[in-house]
């Protein structure tokens, strides 16, 4: 699987390049903000239509960060919603032809150093500089070093556990579009000079059931494991 195409580059500090993976981003945020301007038009006390299906998501990531986190710690559902929503959006943008955003492991990896750095802070932030510190010590001084060590990996692992269910559905994807397209001509090679043997028929219906893992089921699983795990981490950190 090659890496993501450099669109163009931006002529300062020697060239900046500018990515599948930016150029996408960007593409699912401006989405995502034109669906939340057409989902919150004209909004009533009484819902009804296209706000009925809004508040609904809201109350489901507040319903969710509620559950896990605690009611003390709703301030945090307006990332965790924009997270889930974000995530699962990159990844479903392979379905309309794009490459998506989480492929790449740079943007899986800047979300999990921002939830480390969330975890950094609101651990010092209820503990105090002593008691974070302190932390590293329990429940033994002996589980120092094993103590800065997880707590180091923890972005690692999330990043590569996102990007690499992403890259892998689309790496499979594309071997067995490959793999079709070459058994199709064998298959109807033996047709002299028509256009049926140009065409791939065996790529009809089976990529599409496999889409439905590779593409809705894991792209929203893997949206929703990061923020449970973004939640999990967050609240222990604190409490």
């Not at 909004?43 to 507040?62: H, R």
């Not at 594309?174 to 070459?182: E, M, P, Q, T």
Request: glycine letters at 8%; aromatic letters at 12%.
């Amino acid at each position: 699987m090659e890496g993501p195409k450099i669109i163009f580059e931006i002529p300062i500090f020697g060239g900046i390049p500018v990515t599948e993976t930016i150029v996408n981003s960007w593409i699912v945020i401006v989405f995502i903000a034109f669906l939340c301007k057409f989902l919150t038009w004209k909004m009533q006390k009484v819902p009804k239509g296209k706000q009925v299906l809004a508040e609904k998501l809201v109350l489901m990531i507040n319903g969710l960060v509620e559950q896990t986190m605690g009611k003390d710690k709703m301030r945090f559902a307006p990332y965790i919603g924009a997270l889930f929503v974000y995530s699962a959006t990159c990844s479903l943008s392979s379905l309309v032809g794009l490459r998506p955003p989480t492929a790449d492991l740079n943007t899986t990896l800047g979300w999990a150093l921002v939830t480390f750095a969330m975890v950094q802070y609101n651990s010092i932030r209820s503990h105090g500089i002593l008691g974070y510190l302190k932390g590293f010590l329990s429940p033994t001084p002996v589980m120092l070093p094993m103590n800065i060590v997880s707590e180091a990996v923890n972005p690692i692992s999330m990043s590569f556990r996102h990007f690499g269910n992403i890259a892998a559905g689309t790496v499979i994807t594309s071997l067995l579009y490959g793999a079709l397209a070459a058994a199709s001509t064998v298959i109807l090679g033996w047709i002299p000079n028509t256009f049926i043997s140009t065409i791939p028929i065996l790529q009809l219906g089976l990529p599409a059931l496999l889409s439905i893992y590779f593409d809705l089921f894991s792209s929203c699983l893997q949206a929703f494991i990061f923020c449970m795990l973004t939640m999990v981490f967050v609240a222990n950190a604190i409490d």
